[in-house]
Each structure stands twice: as C-alpha cells, then as structure tokens.
C-alpha cells in the first residue's frame, strides 16, 4: 500500500515533467500579474504601503493556486480515474494528489515571493516566519483546493462550481494567512503571534484529515 502511495506521487512529477509548459505558464502567469501590479502602482513615484503590500502579495498567490491546482481532478477523464480506482486506495489517491499540488504550490509561492519582492519591494522584517507562513499556506490551500477539484469534478460546470465553493472554505484560511504575515512582516515578537501558526497548522491538519475521511465516500460515487 505505501509502494502505491509513491507511485502515485511520481507518476504526478512524472506527468509533470513531460508536460513542463504547465508549469512554465504557471510560473509565467504569476510573474506577469506581478508586473501588472508593479506598472499599476508606478512604484518608483509612490511608497507602497505595508498592507497593502502584504494583501496584494496573497490575492496574487490565491488566483495562481486557484488556476494552478483546480485541474487536479477535473482533467481526468473517467478511464484513467476507474484505473486509478482499482489501482490504489481512495486515501492514497488524495493525500498523493495533495502532496503533489502542495509541492507545486510551494514552488510557485516561493518564486512569486522572490520576483514580487524584487519588483516591489522587501519590507519583511522576519524572514524566517514569513517563510513559514507561506510554506504553510501553500500546502492548506493546495489541500482545500485538491478536495475541492474532486468535489466539483462530480458535478457538471465543474470550473465554475470550484469557484463558487472555493470562497468560503478559503476565506477563513486566507485571513489567517494575512494576519500571520502582516506581524513577520512588522517584525513583532513571534511568542505574540504564534497562536497565529499554531492556529494555521491545525487549519491544515483538520483539511488534510477531512480529506482522508470523506474522499473514499466521494471516490465511491
């Protein structure tokens, strides 16, 4: 069972790795909204302010995991998901699924954070958190957004109903994100805002475990 569990995991990077131009427009997709907003807020003639900053930074990162991670599912086709099927496990499915995108995600967010603070500027003052805020962040909303595809993927107009169901499960996750990253980003004591990374691990821990428990009831239909 844990050899299917790999497998499954390469065969994604695998997918991946044949069909690099996903990636490539990806990654061409957020570097180029972040030069709209750089052009937009002529950075050069104005400060950009710290909030501001900070909540065009995760709009950004939500709209590229939106379009990046709601294909999971809905891009296969019914042949492929009945072999998957007798292939492994429901459980193994999704967590591979969620590693996978996780991965992707985290890759993304951390080259859309290089590029973003080159263009407009770093005013993080903790590093460190600031990376684990987005670390974390990638992998829930990756592991929201997975579950998501295959619900939608059920039904038809999948695209438009993954938009629709997306907004209030990641609404509450997306708030603690910014809050999270706003204090690394004024460099507050980590001891007052820790709850903050405590409360988003546990947000992702509930996801990934939901996505465990009801995905086979859902794979099953």
């Not at 590029?115 to 460190?128: A, K």
């Amino acid at each position: 069972m844990k050899s299917s569990f790999f497998t499954l995991i390469s065969k994604e990077f695998l997918a991946e790795w044949r069909q690099r131009y996903a990636l490539n427009g990806m990654l061409l997709y957020i570097i180029s909204t972040i030069f709209v907003c750089y052009l937009s807020f002529n950075i050069k003639n104005t400060d950009l302010q710290l909030v501001t900053w900070n909540a065009l930074f995760w709009i950004i990162i939500l709209f590229t995991s939106i379009n990046s991670i709601a294909k999971s599912f809905i891009q296969e086709n019914e042949g492929r998901l009945l072999y998957y099927y007798s292939l492994a496990s429901p459980q193994h499915i999704i967590l591979s699924k969620i590693v996978y995108y996780g991965t992707i995600m985290t890759i993304l967010s951390f080259a859309g954070y290089f590029f973003y603070s080159f263009v407009m500027g770093n005013p993080i003052q903790d590093l460190t958190m600031f990376a684990l805020v987005v670390l974390l962040a990638s992998f829930g909303l990756s592991s929201a957004l997975t579950m998501l595809s295959g619900i939608a993927s059920k039904a038809p107009n999948s695209t438009s109903l993954i938009a629709i169901l997306s907004f209030p499960v990641l609404l509450p996750l997306l708030l603690v994100i910014i809050k999270a990253s706003k204090n690394a980003m004024d460099g507050i004591n980590r001891s007052l805002y820790m709850d903050d990374i405590l409360l988003l691990v546990a947000i992702n821990a509930i996801i990934v475990a939901v996505s465990y428990m009801l995905f086979p009831y859902l794979w099953r239909s």
